[in-house]
């Protein structure tokens, strides 16, 4: 295969204005004939995502910092998931059937099939489409991924089932949210959830107090509303609303295994939480039908 490796902070002078009016603009960079980067500016907010992965890379409000982490030592490759920003774990979550961890989505090229900048922010379509994608899911789908970027972050999937039969799908809306230090960060919703502690290998864990993110922590929280994440370093909560979404994985590999991981920069892990609108069980779609889910995310000064 014909492997691509592109530091990300690429400054590439292969430029083209996609789109633009009085409130904003849509650039895409070229990187290379592969891979472009989509930069957005508006009045309201800067952003930028890339078809690769159907991946936003980066999301910051006027007048707050930037919301989501990005590792330094990600790369853009073929075939290789972005480590920060908000991978689309699809169509499943964690490892399957031996094809490896969370699905086909996150390092697939999308297409860009719409762009709307008003005054209330910019409207991204990306589009996803296959058959036979994975030896180990080989339906036929689409899915439609509606990014509304303004002083809120909103970010919808529309999954479409185009196969004679009925498919099965996991996910996870797997955010990596930029804090001031994973022991500055609570969770109090999450504090009546029950959960699945993976790392532990424990199913059914009764509720408990989560009083940091530290890791190695990597839970899943059987929880389908609204969380708030508070930043006591930085003062600063990030408020996720979410639909069709039956869990939130909350993960950070901690200092030992983001060690061993290449992707991850020294001391990266001090530097984000994952906090993920996901489905960890199997959700079913019948033929021609189709299925949405979203996330919204927000901040706030505290
Ligand atoms: O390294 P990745 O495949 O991106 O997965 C990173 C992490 O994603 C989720 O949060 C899972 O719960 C973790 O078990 C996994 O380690």
């Known amino acids: 295969m014909d492997i691509k490796l592109i530091p990300i902070e690429v400054n590439t002078k292969e430029v083209t204005s996609l789109a633009k009016n009085e409130y904003g603009e849509v650039v895409e960079s070229k990187l290379d004939s592969n891979f472009s980067e989509l930069l957005l ?32 030592k990600t790369q853009l490759q073929q075939g ?19 094809a490896g961890n969370h699905g086909f989505a996150r390092t697939s090229i999308w ?11 910019i409207k991204i379509e990306l ?5 036979n994608c994975s030896p180990s899911w080989s339906y036929k789908f689409s899915v439609k991924q509606v990014l509304m970027f303004s002083t809120t972050f909103s970010q919808q999937l529309i ?26 960060i609570a969770i109090p919703d999450l504090n009546s959830a029950s959960f699945d502690d993976k790392i532990n290998q424990l199913l059914g864990c009764a509720p408990a107090d989560v009083f940091n993110c530290t890791g190695p922590i ?17 003062k600063r909560a990030i408020e996720i609303k979410k639909s069709n979404s039956a ?4 993960w950070n590999p901690g200092i030992n295994i983001a060690a061993g991981m290449a992707d991850i920069h020294q001391q990266g892990e001090d530097e984000f939480v994952c906090l993920e609108a996901a489905n960890t069980n199997w959700i079913t779609v019948a ?5 949405s889910l979203s996330q919204e995310v927000q901040v706030y000064k505290l």
């Not at 990597?218 to 930085?234: A, C, E, P």
């Open 41 to 72: 500016t508006h009045e309201l907010f800067s952003a930028h995502l890339t078809l690769h992965g159907g991946h936003v890379l980066s999301w910051q409000p006027k007048g707050h910092e930037e919301v989501f982490w990005m590792s330094k």
């Open 80 to 98: 290789k998931a972005i480590r920060g920003g908000v991978p689309i774990c699809w169509p499943w979550f964690g490892p399957y059937n031996g």
């Open 111 to 121: 297409q860009l099939s719409g762009i709307d900048i008003s005054s209330e922010g």
């Open 127 to 131: 589009e996803l489409s296959g058959e």
């Open 159 to 184: 999954i479409e089932n185009l196969s004679h039969k009925d498919f099965q799908f996991s996910n996870a809306l797997h955010s990596y949210f930029s804090v001031s230090n994973p022991a500055n």
């Open 218 to 234: 990597d839970k899943i929280y059987h929880h389908n509303s609204s969380m708030t994440l508070f930043d006591k370093g930085w």
């Open 247 to 250: 869990q939130w994985v909350l």
């Open 287 to 291: 033929k021609g039908e189709k299925l």
